[in-house]
C-alpha cells in the first residue's frame, strides 16, 4: 500500500503558541490530503480538506483561521495550529487519496498536540 | 446522503474464535466501503475496499468482508481470532463525487487468551 508520513508524532506547546504538523506521501502523488481530529475513545473528524495548489476546504464548524492548512506540493500538506489553547490537545491525523477507482485514503501515523 | 453504522462498539472473542464486526450503510448510489484497523496511538490502515467488482473481498491479515446490498451490510470477519487483531476497527463509505470519506463510529476488538 502507499505510504503517508507525518512529522512530529509529539508536540507539547505552551498556550499562546504555534504548531507545525507535515503531512507527507512518499511514494505517490496526492493532489487531495485531509486532516482529521481524534479525540480519545471516537471516530475521526474530518477538518479539512487539503487541495494542491489551491485554498483548503473547511467542514463546517472549523476554524480556518486557527487552524491554517498548505498544500504547496504534490507531496506535502502542512497544517498550523496557531495560538494554540488547551482545548485543542489532541490526536491530528492526516490521509492522502490515492489514485485509482476506489480513491482509498492512506493515513499517517498521527500527532499527538498537547497544549500546556 | 451516505453514512454508516456500526453496530457495537465492543465486541469480545476468545483466541482462535470467529471475528464477526458489523457495518451496515446508506447510500442511495453504489458504494465504495472501506473497513481500517487503528492501534492505539497510530495511525488508520487499510484492511480491505469494496469496489463492486467482487462482493467477497479479501483483505491484509486474513480478513474479509462480504458485500450484501439486500441487507446494506458490509459485515468484516476473520476465521480464527488472534492476539494481535484486538484494535479498533472502523467501517467507512466515500462520499459520492468526493473523495471524503464518512466514518462508523468504531468497534473495539478485545480478544482474550
Known amino acids: 500500500g502507499a505510504v503517508v508520513s507525518q512529522h512530529p508524532s509529539r508536540v507539547i506547546c505552551k498556550s499562546g503558541t504555534s504548531v507545525k504538523i507535515e503531512c507527507r506521501s512518499l511514494?505517490?502523488?496526492?493532489?487531495?490530503m485531509f486532516w482529521y481530529r481524534q479525540f480519545p475513545k471516537q471516530s475521526l473528524m474530518l477538518m479539512a480538506t487539503?487541495?494542491?495548489?489551491?485554498?483548503?476546504?473547511?467542514e463546517q464548524g472549523v476554524e480556518k483561521d486557527k487552524f491554517l492548512i498548505n498544500h504547496a506540493s504534490l507531496t506535502l500538506s502542512t497544517l498550523t495550529v496557531t495560538s494554540a489553547h488547551p482545548e485543542d490537545s489532541s490526536f491530528y491525523i492526516c490521509?492522502?487519496?490515492?489514485?485509482?477507482?476506489?480513491?482509498?485514503?492512506?493515513f499517517g501515523p498521527g500527532t499527538r498536540l498537547t497544549v500546556t | 446522503a451516505q453514512s454508516v453504522t456500526q453496530l457495537g462498539s465492543h465486541v469480545s472473542v476468545s483466541e482462535g474464535a470467529l471475528v464477526l464486526l458489523r457495518c451496515n450503510y446508506s447510500s442511495s448510489v453504489p458504494p465504495y466501503l472501506f473497513w481500517y484497523v487503528q492501534y492505539p496511538n497510530q495511525g488508520l490502515q487499510l484492511l480491505l475496499k469494496y469496489t463492486s467488482a467482487a462482493t467477497l473481498v479479501k483483505g491484509i491479515n486474513g480478513f474479509e468482508a462480504e458485500f450484501k446490498k439486500s441487507e446494506t451490510s458490509f459485515h468484516l470477519t476473520k476465521p480464527s481470532a488472534h492476539m494481535s487483531d484486538a484494535a479498533e476497527y472502523f467501517c467507512a463509505v466515500r462520499v459520492h463525487n468526493t473523495d471524503k470519506l464518512i466514518f462508523g463510529t468504531g468497534t473495539r476488538l478485545q480478544v482474550f487468551p
Open positions: 487539503s487541495n494542491e495548489g489551491s485554498k483548503a476546504t473547511y
Open positions: 511514494d505517490f502523488q496526492a493532489t487531495t
Open positions: 490521509s492522502a487519496a490515492v489514485p485509482g477507482e476506489a480513491r482509498e485514503q492512506y
